[in-house]
Every structure is written in structure tokens, then in C-alpha cells.
């Protein structure tokens, strides 16, 4: 069965403190894995979609890089803007458009 | 603009009195589904739709009906609804294929007393 695990459930971080968040994935075949941003209240907001291991993507202030096990979304110098739930889901092969998704990790962070 | 649009975006019924929940999207997606999201559980799917008079079971579809006459739009009917169908729900929708992200609509926040 596929799973997604993100860690920390919570994360806490003063306004210019870096840092990652971890999803881990086990699927039998990696179509794609994505990272979404959900604020309070309202749906999730798609950030990027990685492929295959040692891709990386790029956006402001976060980075998605990915392995064969786990993706890692890091945040640089953060604003309290970025403060959200940070959501990854994977698409497994075979043929499936379903996206499993994790419970998230929610980020705070403080001016 | 392209968007997904739910109706409502609050909703407080009672137990037992049929809804339905509306969801529309202008990007002439074949995929369309439904999740809803509880505190704890994440974004879990209830029903799915492959294109027009396509549509399968999720995780959790018990109690929950859909229907898909026409490629925009992709209804969420509760027959007779139960507390724990308290909930936030999400219709979300994408091109069929690899790597192409879900577009979510704002979300139903749903209260069954």
C-alpha cells in the first residue's frame, strides 16, 4: 500500500531560521511527488512536482529537492507569510491518477 | 480565471436531511474528486471520476454519493446525513496523466447536528 509520512507534524521557527521538512513515501513506482501549501480554511495551493531522484525545484524562499525514499521541502530565511501547512502527496505508477497524500507538517513562523 | 468553485462554502444541516454539494471547474479537466480533510487524518478521497459517466469509490465512500453528467461539473450528494459526515471537504480536479497537480477548489466546511 502506498504511504506518505511527513515530519515534523509542527514546526516553529523564528523569522529568518532555516529549515526542512521531510516526506517520506513508500510507493511501488514514483510518478510524481508533490508539495502543496494549504493556509488555514481554504484548499491546498500546489507548489511543485518532482519526478525522479536528485531533482530539484525552486520557488522564493523553498527548495524541493528528492531521493528514492523522501523529498525535503527547506524553507531559507522565512517570513511569517510562509506560515502554513505544507502538504506532499505522491502518484504511484500503474496506471492510477490517484494522489496519496500526507497528514502535513504545520509550519509557524515568528516576526 | 481557472478555478474549481464549490457551493456552499458553509453548510449546517441535520441529520437525515439530503444535500448536495456543487463543485465546478472551467479547465475542461477529465479527472475530478472528492476529499474530505478531519484534524488528524489528513485529506482522505471519497469519490473519483475518470471522465463523463466514469466515476469509482475512494477511501471512505460510505454514506456519500456522486455523479458525473458533464465534464465541468462533479456533485457530492449525502443520501442522509450523520455527525461524523462532519467535515471539511475539497473537490479538486486535474488533466489525467503524469506529474499534472490537483487543483483544489476553497473548500465546504460542513456541520451535521
Known amino acids: 500500500e502506498d504511504q506518505v509520512t511527513q515530519s515534523p507534524e509542527a514546526l516553529r521557527l523564528q523569522e529568518g531560521e532555516s529549515s526542512s521538512l521531510n516526506c517520506s513515501y513508500t510507493?511501488?513506482?514514483?510518478?510524481?511527488l508533490f508539495w502543496y501549501r494549504q493556509d488555514p480554511g481554504k484548499g491546498p495551493e500546489f507548489l511543485f512536482t518532482?519526478?525522479?531522484a536528485g531533482e530539484e525545484k525552486e520557488k522564493e524562499r523553498l527548495k524541493a529537492t528528492l531521493t528514492k525514499k523522501e523529498s525535503f521541502l527547506h524553507i531559507t530565511a522565512p517570513k511569517p507569510e510562509d506560515s502554513a501547512t505544507y502538504l506532499c502527496?505522491?502518484?504511484?505508477?500503474?496506471?492510477?491518477?490517484?494522489?496519496?497524500f500526507g497528514k502535513g507538517t504545520k509550519l509557524t513562523v515568528n516576526p | 480565471e481557472a478555478q474549481v468553485t464549490q457551493n456552499p462554502r458553509y453548510l449546517i444541516t441535520v441529520t437525515g436531511k439530503k444535500l448536495t454539494v456543487t463543485c465546478s471547474q472551467n479547465?475542461?479537466?477529465?479527472?475530478m474528486s472528492w476529499y474530505r480533510q478531519d484534524p488528524g487524518l489528513g485529506l482522505r478521497q471519497i469519490y473519483y471520476s475518470m471522465n463523463v459517466e466514469v466515476t469509482d469509490k475512494g477511501d471512505v465512500p460510505e454514506g456519500y454519493k456522486v455523479s458525473r453528467k458533464e465534464k465541468r461539473n462533479f456533485p457530492l450528494i449525502l443520501e442522509s446525513p450523520s455527525p461524523n459526515q462532519t467535515s471539511l471537504y475539497f473537490c479538486a480536479s486535474r488533466v489525467t496523466g503524469v506529474g499534472s497537480p490537483l487543483h483544489f477548489g476553497n473548500g465546504t466546511r460542513l456541520t451535521v447536528t
Open positions: 479547465m475542461n479537466h477529465e479527472y
Open positions: 518532482l519526478y525522479s
Open positions: 502527496a505522491v502518484q504511484a505508477q500503474g496506471g492510477s491518477e490517484k494522489l496519496v
Open positions: 510507493v511501488s513506482g514514483l510518478r510524481g
